[in-house]
């Protein structure tokens, strides 16, 4: 059993900067595979980015460059920091144990008005 708790979601201005943070019970964290999905109203979810256990990462083409995924193995967690923020990045991000077994966040919400 996994439980993952985010953080870190709310309103900013467009160009703005997050950081979601995703903290995961148990002591299966350090050899899992993390990722970040992204929901936007009336749209499918989507993959953002994902991290591996030996910190190997991949992105969405629509956020390379913009945004960075990380991990803190000590504090079994899972960061997602979203620089040069625009509107198309408005959604409800949730975070997703891939590795071993599929387990997924409660989500939350980020906004970025124009």
């Known amino acids: 059993q996994v439980q993952l708790v985010e953080s870190g979601g709310g309103l900013v201005q467009a160009g703005g900067s997050l950081r979601l943070s995703c903290a995961a019970s148990?002591?299966?964290?350090?050899?899992?595979?993390m990722g970040w999905y992204r929901q936007a109203p009336g749209k499918q979810r989507e993959l953002v980015a994902t991290?591996?256990?030996?910190?190997?990462?991949n992105y969405a083409d629509s956020v390379k460059g913009r945004f960075t995924i990380s991990r803190d193995n000590a504090k079994n967690t899972v960061y997602l920091q979203m620089n040069s923020l625009k509107p198309e990045d408005t959604a409800v991000y949730y975070c997703k144990m891939i590795i071993p077994g599929d387990y997924w966040g409660q989500g939350t919400q980020v906004t970025v008005s124009s």
């Open positions: 148990g002591s299966v964290f350090v050899i899992a595979s």
């Open positions: 991290i591996t256990r030996s910190g190997s990462t």
